[in-house]
């Protein structure tokens, strides 16, 4: 779940939220006074949000058929029964509950009525949904939209719009029942197939899904009159006389009675943005062809980067070579078209998964204003998009941690040489590629470690602050712990 999301909660939920994430990573018992510091609340207000969340939990298991269990007992603290599929369930029952986000997928749904008729439906006052609209707007400020207060409708460009709507349905939604009630699922899903059928295509089950919902948003728009604008010169980027009369493109659009030329344009253009289209070599060769023929500046500046990205950083193995290119090539796409656009396709956010090495941001930073030096195009001056797409590619072929400092990983356990050999090798292999480690026994003075892992339950054993305390045959739960200390230490890093 993106985290940006959570701060639309009202403050008792986020708690809840908070309470979660803390018991989630204990497999052990953990005592109301250690959930307390971690809350930075009072031991009486940790009991109070614990009592509403073993309410909400046991809903939760009523409406959606789960078992979650929440124990707590007096003297041994808080323990939470629940695996990782179903935390997320959990969350986000959490999240449809909250009066916030009700009105916000009311909005996006195009269920809402005026404010007054909606505080009257909902059995809420004017002045509470006001104050949700007041929340929403904060967050909804970044991406230069904003809800107006009195008819409910979000006011901003069109673009960005379609593509909030999808970011925040899609993080809400994407595991339950089909969210657009105007819109027939079945209807759509025969098209995404139709369109595996005519070009070979096969799409995984998520794929299709997304593609369903920005379709059925786009319907949903273009059905209430917000039409797409400005976008008059993307007919430069696709043969768009020629497929406006493709007798598949026909077919689509007389099913869906989609007769304005800029809606059409529009989810043209955004299929191309879609990675997994170039699956089909079909599809593939009509769109590069028409680049290359008419030398757009997303071809150039693409051709660019595929050598001069291999130049400056590491050769991209020769099996995913097509893959690298078409991924560019999306990405250049998608800047040149929704420059305004601060949302990834994917809803995808690079930057919340793990610290980033400064250098390496810096260093990408640096090659985006070398290529604005090699070729005349506004795609080199969305920075932040751009470093968020290609830091995607560092993730993929592991190459992140070659830029990160080195952080010393002082062993201390109490285990027999080969046992303790073994413990290291297990947790550099878990580590390698993620985090740049020197692991090393802590009987080595000659540097001091950054973080010190030891099986001794005392830690005042220890004069380092860095103390992480795992079970000696390393449960997954242990790998956790270790890598958000190693993180604590790399943002503690990144701040100096």
């Given at each position: 779940?993106?985290?940006?999301?959570?701060?639309?909660?009202?403050?008792?939920?986020?708690?809840?939220?908070s309470?979660?994430?803390i018991?989630?990573?204990?497999?052990?018992?953990?005592?109301?006074?250690?959930v307390?510091?971690?809350?930075?609340?009072?031991?009486?207000?940790?009991?109070?949000?614990?009592?509403?969340?073993?309410i909400?939990?046991d809903?939760?298991?009523?409406?959606?058929?789960l078992?979650?269990?929440?124990?707590?007992?007096?003297?041994?603290?808080?323990?939470?029964?629940?695996n990782?599929?179903?935390?997320?369930?959990?969350?986000?029952?959490?999240?449809?509950?909250?009066?916030?986000?009700?009105?916000?997928?009311d909005i996006?749904?195009?269920?809402?009525?005026?404010?007054?008729?909606y505080?009257?439906?909902?059995?809420?006052?004017?002045?509470?949904?006001r104050?949700?609209?007041l929340?929403?707007?904060?967050?909804?400020?970044?991406?230069?939209l904003?809800?107006?207060?009195?008819?409910l409708?979000?006011?901003?460009?069109?673009?960005r719009?379609?593509?909030?709507?999808?970011?925040?349905?899609?993080?809400?939604?994407?595991?339950?029942?089909?969210?657009f009630?105007?819109?027939?699922?079945?209807?759509?899903?025969?098209?995404i197939?139709?369109?595996?059928?005519d070009h070979?295509?096969?799409?995984s089950?998520?794929?299709k899904?997304?593609?369903?919902?920005?379709?059925a948003?786009?319907?949903?728009?273009?059905?209430?009159n917000?039409?797409?604008?400005?976008i008059?010169?993307?007919?430069?980027?696709?043969?768009?006389?020629a497929?406006?009369?493709?007798?598949?493109?026909?077919?689509?659009?007389?099913?869906?009675?989609?007769?304005?030329?800029?809606?059409?344009?529009?989810l043209?253009?955004?299929?191309?943005?879609?990675?997994?289209?170039?699956?089909?070599s079909?599809?593939k060769?009509?769109?590069?062809?028409?680049?290359?023929?008419?030398?757009?500046?997303i071809?150039?500046?693409?051709?660019?980067?595929?050598?001069?990205?291999?130049?400056?950083?590491?050769s991209?193995?020769?099996?995913y070579?097509?893959?690298?290119?078409?991924?560019?090539?999306?990405?250049?796409?998608?800047?040149?078209?929704?420059?305004?656009?601060?949302?990834?396709?994917?809803?995808?956010?690079v930057?919340?998964?793990?610290?980033?090495?400064?250098?390496?941001?810096?260093?990408?930073?640096?090659?985006?204003?070398?290529?604005?030096?090699?070729?005349?195009s506004?795609?080199?001056?969305?920075?932040?998009l751009?470093?968020?797409?290609?830091?995607?590619?560092?993730?993929?072929f592991?190459?992140?941690?070659?830029?990160?400092?080195?952080?010393?990983?002082g062993?201390?356990?109490?285990?027999?040489?080969?046992?303790?050999?073994?413990?290291?090798?297990?947790?550099?292999?878990?580590?390698?590629?993620?985090?740049?480690?020197?692991?090393?026994?802590?009987?080595?003075?000659?540097?001091?470690?950054s973080?010190?892992?030891?099986?001794?339950?005392?830690?005042?054993s220890?004069?380092?602050?860095?103390?992480?305390?795992?079970d000696y045959?390393?449960?997954?739960?242990?790998?956790?712990?270790?890598?958000?200390?190693?993180?604590?230490?790399?943002?503690?890093?990144?701040?100096?």
């Amino acid at each position: 779940m993106n985290k940006k999301i959570y701060s639309l909660l009202g403050k008792n939920n986020r708690k809840h939220i908070s309470i979660i994430e803390i018991l989630q990573n204990e497999e052990n018992w953990i005592t109301i006074e250690k959930v307390s510091e971690q809350l930075k609340i009072s031991s009486r207000s940790t009991q109070r949000y614990i009592h509403h969340l073993k309410i909400i939990i046991d809903n939760c298991n009523q409406d959606r058929d789960l078992t979650i269990q929440l124990h707590y007992e007096k003297f041994k603290g808080l323990k939470l029964d629940i695996n990782d599929f179903t935390t997320e369930i959990l969350k986000t029952y959490i999240l449809q509950e909250d009066e916030n986000i009700k009105l916000l997928l009311d909005i996006c749904t195009r269920k809402s009525k005026i404010l007054s008729k909606y505080a009257e439906d909902n059995r809420l006052s004017s002045y509470a949904v006001r104050s949700s609209v007041l929340r929403i707007n904060s967050l909804l400020k970044q991406h230069k939209l904003r809800i107006s207060t009195n008819d409910l409708l979000i006011i901003g460009e069109e673009k960005r719009i379609r593509f909030y709507i999808y970011f925040f349905l899609w993080e809400i939604t994407k595991n339950e029942e089909w969210p657009f009630d105007y819109v027939d699922e079945n209807k759509i899903y025969q098209s995404i197939e139709q369109i595996e059928i005519d070009h070979a295509i096969v799409y995984s089950n998520i794929q299709k899904k997304r593609i369903a919902y920005f379709i059925a948003i786009c319907l949903i728009r273009s059905r209430k009159n917000f039409n797409i604008k400005n976008i008059d010169d993307w007919d430069s980027y696709l043969n768009f006389s020629a497929l406006k009369n493709d007798k598949e493109i026909a077919r689509e659009k007389k099913k869906y009675q989609l007769f304005n030329e800029n809606e059409l344009l529009f989810l043209l253009v955004v299929i191309q943005m879609n990675f997994g289209m170039y699956q089909s070599s079909k599809i593939k060769s009509r769109i590069l062809n028409y680049h290359r023929k008419y030398e757009t500046d997303i071809y150039r500046a693409t051709n660019i980067v595929f050598k001069e990205f291999q130049k400056a950083f590491f050769s991209i193995p020769k099996e995913y070579i097509e893959s690298f290119y078409n991924f560019i090539f999306c990405t250049h796409l998608q800047i040149a078209t929704l420059s305004d656009v601060l949302i990834d396709f994917d809803s995808y956010d690079v930057l919340e998964t793990r610290p980033i090495p400064n250098e390496l941001i810096c260093k990408i930073h640096s090659f985006i204003e070398k290529m604005r030096g090699l070729i005349s195009s506004n795609i080199f001056y969305m920075n932040d998009l751009l470093i968020r797409r290609y830091l995607l590619i560092f993730l993929f072929f592991e190459r992140c941690a070659t830029y990160q400092p080195q952080i010393t990983l002082g062993i201390d356990c109490d285990m027999p040489f080969f046992i303790k050999e073994l413990f290291k090798k297990k947790i550099a292999r878990h580590f390698e590629g993620i985090y740049n480690l020197n692991i090393v026994e802590t009987k080595i003075k000659s540097k001091k470690s950054s973080l010190i892992v030891t099986d001794l339950m005392e830690k005042n054993s220890f004069q380092e602050n860095n103390i992480c305390i795992v079970d000696y045959s390393l449960k997954s739960n242990d790998y956790l712990m270790i890598g958000k200390e190693i993180e604590k230490v790399l943002r503690k890093n990144n701040r100096k």
